[in-house]
Nanobody, 112 residues
Framework: QVQLVEFGGGLVQPGESLRLSCAAS????????MGWYRQPPGKQRELVGL?????SLEYVDSVKGRFTITRDNGKMSLQMTRLKPEETAVYYC????????WGRGTQVTVSS
């Protein structure tokens, strides 16, 4: 079983930056895949980006060049820059390790 906890959500103004972190515990830290998803209000959960245990990265087109995912064994971060109001969402940490696991999410609100 894998437990995931997200940190770092909050309220920022458009154009500002925010860093989210995810801590994993309860199992091996060498997860084949980790990543971030988000769920805007009233919408379905969507992929933000993924990072493999070999460092391969994949981002959704809308965040390329602005968001950066890093990981170090069981810890992962999402650095978000030039945030937009439409990126207001609950952001979820995701891990694949013999199955998908999700954190409870952290709220990010981008508003002036």
């Amino acid at each position: 079983q894998v437990q995931l906890v997200e940190f770092g959500g909050g309220l920022v103004q458009p154009g500002e930056s925010l860093r989210l972190s995810c801590a994993a515990s309860g199992s091996t830290f060498l997860f084949p895949m980790m990543g971030w998803y988000r769920q805007p209000p009233g919408k379905q959960r969507e992929l933000v980006g993924l990072i493999s245990n070999q460092g391969s990265l994949e981002y959704v087109d809308s965040v390329k060049g602005r968001f950066t995912i890093t990981r170090d064994n069981g810890k992962m971060s999402l650095q978000m820059t030039r945030l937009k109001p439409e990126e207001t969402a609950v952001y979820y940490c995701y891990v694949f390790s013999s199955g998908p696991f999700w954190g409870r999410g952290t709220q990010v609100t981008v508003s002036s």
